[in-house]
């Protein structure tokens, strides 16, 4: 995949900390994590993420935060956009974040 065919992010090396956190501070975000958790990609589509009641400008809003902090990666395909998740760069800078984050979200086990 080339340069072009992503929207602009980070270079791994330039992923800050307390922007990825700030990014991660806010619940729709931390909802968006979540899901893509998994390792696939996402279509923007609010429906398909859980997000339906939203509206498209805000989830649009709240990826482009995620993005520009280094979270997530956009690919660009015509018209679509396909979002996922930095794993691997961030556990590289900063291991074992990712999995706090995933494990703190879950639901409490009763």
């Given at each position: 995949m080339t340069d072009d065919?992503?929207?602009?992010?980070p270079a791994t090396t330039?992923?800050?900390?307390v922007t990825v956190l700030h990014a991660l501070g806010d619940p729709v975000r931390i909802r968006l994590l979540t899901s893509y958790a998994d390792g696939a990609e996402h279509s923007c589509d609010p429906r398909h993420l859980g997000l339906d009641h939203l509206h498209k400008s805000t989830v649009s809003h709240h990826m482009r935060v995620?993005?520009?902090a280094g979270?997530?990666?956009?690919?660009?395909?015509?018209?679509?956009r396909y979002v996922s998740l930095r794993r691997t760069d961030l556990d590289a800078r900063f291991?074992?974040?990712l999995d706090a984050l995933l494990t703190a979200t879950r639901p409490a086990a009763d």
């Open positions: 065919e992503r929207l602009p992010q330039e992923i800050d900390l995620l993005r520009e979270v997530t990666t956009t690919r660009v395909a015509g018209r679509n291991p074992g974040l």
